[in-house]
Nanobody, 123 residues
Framework: QVQLVESGGGLVQAGGSLRLSCAAS????????LGWFRQAPGKEREFVAA????????FYSDSVRGRFTISRDNTKNTVSFQMNSLKPEDTAVYYC????????????????WGQGTQVTVSS
């Protein structure tokens, strides 16, 4: 079993930056794809970014590509998410997740989830 705990959320002005972190425990996630999703009030959970087990490939939604960067450290069992040029529409609860199977864009493709961290961007 894998436990995921996010940290780093908060309140920031538009144009600012935040760095989210997610620490895994229980067992290594070095063979899992790791992803970040977000969910705004009244909306479905949406894919934001994912990174391959080796860290060699990263994938982003169109809405964040060029502004956000996902990275991982398999020696520390962590995944990070640097968010720059934040916009009010980025406001949501952000979740990290781990997938041991194939695919990474849909929530149902992930086996483990964190509890989420709130990101609020003021205009």
């Amino acid at each position: 079993q894998v436990q995921l705990v996010e940290s780093g959320g908060g309140l920031v002005q538009a144009g600012g930056s935040l760095r989210l972190s997610c620490a895994a425990s229980g067992r290594s996630v070095s063979y899992h794809a790791l992803g970040w999703f977000r969910q705004a009030p009244g909306k479905e959970r949406e894919f934001v970014a994912a990174i391959a087990p080796t860290g060699g490939f990263a994938f982003y939604s169109d809405s964040v590509r060029g502004r956000f960067t996902i990275s991982r450290d398999n020696t520390k069992n962590t995944v990070s998410f640097q968010m720059n040029s934040l916009k009010p529409e980025d406001t949501a609860v952000y979740y990290c997740a781990a997938s041991g199977g194939v695919g990474f864009r849909r929530p149902e493709q992930y086996d483990y989830w964190g509890q989420g961290t709130q990101v609020t961007v003021s205009s």
